[in-house]
């Protein structure tokens, strides 16, 4: 009810202040096959779902579209330098969703993953053969998660990438079949940047180094809103581009 309710509202969001700002805001929203109407209350300068992405390759599970692919699929979209605004893109990746089977191959080749065929016979059938088990969440979760570090590590480690500041999100935990009873409901948030002013700000708000959290929360999920706008703010100089993704 109170997400029905704010969709009729004009409150704002960070989508807004950053287009405010002369942010390009892009949403890239993959597992949408159908019209997702709600999207009008978020004003994204581009929307895109995962009919527009147009992937060829093997459908693998429930959430088909590997998470590599989508963002391949942005760089070659969105990268170009044909507008020059900073960027704001808000991601919700999809492979380590539930049931975390089958999870994809990954491909070295990031041209070779828009493609029709984006991997090699052998290891899409390996992947296929791990279907799903709802009473086996465990250990294909956390293959799912090694996922997701293998081609992020890539991605950020490619030189023509634009983006300069990376906000990584656990929206929320996985069922309790993989997380055991009584598990915390507090989320880790990784912010990954070289700028050392954003960096000492986030030190100083309680953020800290590496990639393993402390185990202790800085607050509420809108409480983080506040953070990263204050972290983020420097009057006068150009923007960087902004990756939202969870």
């Known amino acids: ?12 969001t960070m989508i807004g202040h950053f287009r405010r700002h002369g942010y390009r805001t892009i ?14 209350f ?13 992937y060829q390759g093997p459908r693998f599970g429930l959430w088909w579209i590997p998470d590599q692919f989508t963002v ?16 704001f893109m808000m991601l919700p990746t999809i492979t380590s969703h539930i049931p975390f ?9 990031w041209d070779r993953v828009l493609g ?6 052998a290891d899409t059938a390996r992947s296929m053969a791990d279907v799903i088990d709802w ?12 996922y997701t570090f293998r081609w992020l590590t890539d991605y950020l480690d490619h030189p023509e990438v634009r983006g300069d500041l990376l906000v990584v999100i656990g929206d929320h935990q996985p069922a309790s079949s993989v997380s055991g009873p009584g598990a915390s409901w507090d989320v880790p948030v990784h912010i990954v940047t070289d700028n050392p002013r954003v960096l000492e700000r986030l030190l100083a708000q309680g953020f800290t180094e590496g990639v393993d959290p402390v185990r202790h929360a800085l607050g509420t999920m ?6 990263l706008l204050q972290a983020f703010d420097e009057p006068g100089r150009p923007g960087q581009n902004v990756v939202l993704a969870r």
């Open 222 to 227: 809108d409480r983080l809103t506040h953070l």
């Open 101 to 109: 089977r089958p999870v994809p191959p990954y491909q070295s080749d």
């Open 72 to 87: 391949a699929r942005f760089e070659q979209r969105f990268s170009n330098g044909s507008d020059p605004r900073p960027q």
């Open 1 to 12: 009810m109170r997400h029905d309710v704010l969709l009729t509202t004009d409150r704002p």
């Open 116 to 121: 029709a065929q984006p991997f090699d016979d």
């Open 42 to 54: 978020y004003g994204f300068d581009d929307f895109l779902d995962g009919r527009d992405l147009d």
């Open 135 to 146: 009473t086996d969440l465990r250990e294909p979760y956390g293959r799912t998660i090694q």
């Open 27 to 40: 949403g890239l929203y993959p597992a949408l096959s159908w019209d997702w109407v709600e999207k009008s």
